[in-house]
Structure formats: structure tokens, C-alpha cells
């Protein structure tokens, strides 16, 4: 009998130390936040600076020009509209944080478009790699979203999917949002429509 308690009692603190291990885990899942959000774009600077890898753009933005936002275009439309600051538009778009697993040891960054399962999404209004025709996209206006997303959507023809980093400066800020505090921005936008006033 008292075997059978000892091994109670043993399995029970097991399964109690596992228990605090995974509320471990949770609590250090944003530490130093600021800090790795601020080296990822820091690594994108590197990255666009060196030239190593041709895709990468920089955004300039027109109101904050201190924060550079960068970009990679999945799918480029020649010509076309581009948004103006007071229209508004429809797109699709999936919202990302960084994720340690994939950017942290690496060098170059490697952009999520085939990892995005593995980063911790916050928002979206499609599923999979691509939207589907049962999925709609969002209407918005384009001086109503993210300073981040004000600056990219006035560069990005009708048709054009980009895949965009927004520092914290250029996203939700320093308060908590939709994400947590001094997040950096991972956005798959993809620009179906302008609807004109």
C-alpha cells in the first residue's frame, strides 16, 4: 500500500513540474521583446545595406523617416493604380510577430511566406498560402490602419502581394494592441481594390 502512495505522490509533483514548466515557458515568451524586435529590423538593415539579398526594399516613410520599413514583393503588377492617402482599399492580409525559431540564430532573415505556420499569427482574414474564393477581403482606409501600413499601401499597385516588417515605431507603438508592445509588424498584404470617394 504505501508503494502505491509513494508512487502517487511521485507521479503527482511529475506531472506538477511539468505543469509550471509549460506557465514557465508562456511568461518568457515576450522577454526582452523591445530588444529582439529592435535587433530583427536592425538584421533587415544589415541585410539591405549589404545588398545580399536583391529582393529586399526600403521604404522611406514620408511622416517618420527615422524608421525605415522594409519589404520584399511577392507579386508585382507593372502598372496599375496606387492608393492615394484618402481613398480607401480592399486586401487581404495575414499578421505575424517574430518568431525565434525562425529568425533568431540566422543571419540573413528569412522571410516566412513557407514558415508563416511556425510564427505567431494575431490577425488575418484568409487561410493557407493563398486566399480562397469563399474568403473576402477587408475594406479599410488607407490613412485608418498602421502608419506602417499608410506608407507600404501608397506605394503597392492594384494586384501587387507584399510581404512587409514594420518596426514598432511604424506599428501598434509601445501599448498593447492587437499585439503585444514594441512588436514588429510581419505582414503578407496583398492589394485587391481602391475604392474611390
Not at 499601401?153 to 499585439?179: D, F, H, N, T
Given at each position: 500500500m504505501?508503494?502505491?502512495?509513494l508512487?502517487?505522490l511521485?507521479?503527482t509533483q511529475c506531472l506538477l513540474?511539468f505543469?509550471?514548466c509549460?506557465?514557465?515557458?508562456?511568461?518568457n515568451?515576450y522577454a526582452?521583446w523591445?530588444?529582439?524586435n529592435?535587433?530583427?529590423i536592425?538584421?533587415?538593415?544589415?541585410?539591405?545595406?549589404?545588398k545580399?539579398?536583391p529582393e529586399?526594399?526600403?521604404?522611406?516613410p514620408?511622416?517618420?523617416?527615422n524608421y525605415p520599413?522594409?519589404?520584399?514583393?511577392l507579386k508585382?503588377?507593372?502598372s496599375?493604380?496606387?492608393?492615394?492617402?484618402?481613398?480607401?482599399?480592399?486586401?487581404f492580409?495575414?499578421g505575424?510577430?517574430?518568431?525565434?525559431?525562425?529568425f533568431g540564430?540566422?543571419?540573413?532573415?528569412?522571410y516566412?511566406?513557407?514558415?508563416?505556420?511556425s510564427?505567431d499569427?494575431?490577425?488575418?482574414?484568409f487561410e493557407?498560402?493563398e486566399?480562397?474564393?469563399?474568403?473576402s477581403p477587408?475594406?479599410?482606409f488607407?490613412?485608418?490602419?498602421?502608419?506602417?501600413?499608410?506608407?507600404?499601401l501608397?506605394?503597392m499597385?492594384?494586384?501587387e502581394r507584399?510581404?512587409i516588417?514594420i518596426?514598432?515605431?511604424?506599428?501598434?507603438g509601445?501599448s498593447v494592441?492587437?499585439a503585444?508592445a514594441y512588436?514588429?509588424?510581419i505582414?503578407d498584404?496583398n492589394?485587391?481594390?481602391?475604392?474611390k470617394?
Amino acid at each position: 500500500m504505501k508503494k502505491y502512495i509513494l508512487l502517487s505522490l511521485l507521479f503527482t509533483q511529475c506531472l506538477l513540474l511539468f505543469t509550471s514548466c509549460d506557465e514557465t515557458e508562456e511568461v518568457n515568451k515576450y522577454a526582452d521583446w523591445r530588444n529582439r524586435n529592435e535587433a530583427f529590423i536592425d538584421s533587415l538593415k544589415r541585410v539591405y545595406d549589404a545588398k545580399t539579398d536583391p529582393e529586399l526594399i526600403q521604404i522611406i516613410p514620408y511622416a517618420e523617416k527615422n524608421y525605415p520599413i522594409y519589404a520584399k514583393k511577392l507579386k508585382t503588377v507593372t502598372s496599375g493604380e496606387t492608393p492615394l492617402y484618402t481613398d480607401s482599399v480592399t486586401a487581404f492580409y495575414r499578421g505575424m510577430l517574430i518568431n525565434e525559431a525562425v529568425f533568431g540564430a540566422a543571419t540573413t532573415p528569412r522571410y516566412y511566406t513557407k514558415l508563416y505556420q511556425s510564427l505567431d499569427v494575431f490577425d488575418k482574414n484568409f487561410e493557407g498560402e493563398e486566399p480562397n474564393a469563399f474568403e473576402s477581403p477587408t475594406t479599410f482606409f488607407v490613412n485608418g490602419v498602421v502608419a506602417g501600413w499608410t506608407e507600404v499601401l501608397q506605394r503597392m499597385k492594384v494586384g501587387e502581394r507584399w510581404e512587409i516588417y514594420i518596426p514598432w515605431q511604424q506599428g501598434y507603438g509601445s501599448s498593447v494592441s492587437a499585439a503585444p508592445a514594441y512588436s514588429t509588424l510581419i505582414f503578407d498584404l496583398n492589394l485587391v481594390s481602391i475604392i474611390k470617394k
